[in-house]
């Protein structure tokens, strides 16, 4: 059982990851994310037992996956001028249909994604290391571990250890994530997250993307995903300049009201006190604010290849979409990697783990303060939006 949230430092949670990773050869990276994480948690977030034994764990194994990358790129300087090449970013507000569009583009043997039991431990596997086949069953034990925490959470988000995940999890690895404020009610970190320009952050996501590639300059290209760069796409596009972004639209009133679903869903295993209304405002200001920012990142680079998506359209046809995606990309869909999507679509039909119900007013929002908070963006993207 880990110790009360209040014994929680970062200095035992440094020695923690240490006695299991070695030392840290200096400063510690990305420490001040970690302690204004846990200040905001203790000031506002009403952990139970449950959530701070979730925050320990997970604090301890980002700092240890930190650790373990100083000693990768010790052992491979060259890692730094690894070629990351045009990369894919499939990006958009939460519950836009992210998911299902990166699952069917890392169908593709052109293309590479991030996959689960790569995330929780983003370092190549090495001689005398957990191998490929530990590292994978790790992975199968921490989903169902998660699965079983948090009941109805499948049917909202459904992973697999060896399929593609959101790269945020290599955000994580810097404390600098959407997915901290969504588990925990840390009001204060949510506020410094939404206006941080996480330029280094970024630099240290790219990096683990780098260690991931080492070995395969002329390989398949990258195919990421994380609805959390959709507010922080500077830092996206400095890490990774030569990427195509793809965001993905959907009306903010579903988008919203899903969303809030989500964070409500992921809320009650970990805290004592959760308010609908309190998630519903959450949601919508962080949904809004990260829009907000998108459009003026997006405004600020003509140059910047980004492609749109209906998530209306990706839902009825989702091998058109994708279709489409490719014919945006200067690319064709072949014959084979179509057929792949379209067994894929099959087997995998929507709420085949169970319906994700949600609307506005459970969350204690009304239409009209939605679609007031995304006027610019309906202003720009309305169609889309709502397919």
């Not at 980002?62 to 499939?90: E, I, K, S, T």
């Not at 492609?307 to 084979?336: E, H, K, M, Q």
Request: proline share 6%; charged share 20%.
């Amino acid at each position: 059982m880990a110790a009360p949230l209040t014994a929680l430092d970062v200095t035992r949670l440094v020695e923690e990851a240490a006695a299991r990773a070695g030392p840290f050869p200096g400063e510690v990276p990305f420490l001040a994310n970690l302690e204004r994480l846990l200040r905001s948690c203790r000031e506002t977030a009403t952990l139970n037992a449950t959530g701070e034994q979730v925050l320990h764990k997970s604090a301890v194994r980002h700092l240890r996956n930190l650790r373990y990358l100083q000693d990768f790129v010790a052992a491979q300087p060259d890692v730094a001028a690894q070629p990351l090449g045009a990369p894919v970013v499939v990006t958009g507000l939460p519950r836009t249909g992210t998911t299902l569009l990166h699952n069917l583009l890392a169908l593709d043997p052109a293309h590479r994604a991030l996959l689960l039991w790569e995330a929780l431990h983003p370092v190549p596997a090495t001689v005398g290391g957990p191998s490929v086949a530990d590292r994978q069953a790790q992975a199968q034990h921490w989903l169902d571990a998660f699965y079983r925490l948090v009941p109805g959470f499948e049917a909202i988000h459904r992973a697999t250890a060896t399929g593609p995940e959101e790269c945020d999890a290599l955000l994580q690895n810097t404390f600098a994530s959407q997915h901290f404020e969504d588990m925990f009610d840390a009001a204060g970190y949510s506020d410094w997250l939404g206006g941080a320009t996480l330029a280094a952050e970024y630099e240290h996501y790219a990096l683990q993307l780098r260690a991931l590639s080492l070995g395969a300059a002329a390989g398949p290209r990258w195919v990421l995903k994380s609805p959390g760069h959709l507010g922080h796409l500077d830092a996206l596009l400095a890490a990774l300049p030569h990427a195509t972004v793809v965001v993905c639209h959907r009306h903010p009133r579903e988008a919203v009201a899903s969303y809030a679903s989500l964070i409500h869903t992921l809320r009650r295993a970990y805290s004592g006190s959760v308010d609908a209304a309190a998630v519903g405002r959450q949601a919508l200001g962080r949904a809004a604010g990260a829009m907000s920012r998108a459009l003026d990142a997006r405004a600020a680079r003509p140059g910047t290849a980004f492609v749109d998506v209906s998530y209306a359209r990706l839902v009825a046809d989702p091998v058109g979409a994708v279709r489409a995606v490719y014919l945006a990309l200067g690319a064709d869909l072949d014959a084979g990697v179509e057929a792949q999507l379209r067994a894929w679509v099959a087997a995998h039909p929507q709420h085949g783990h169970g319906p994700h119900r949600y609307d506005l007013a459970r969350f204690g929002l009304g239409p009209d303060e939605v679609d007031a908070a995304f006027a610019r963006y309906t202003a720009a993207f309305g169609a889309l939006a709502a397919g």
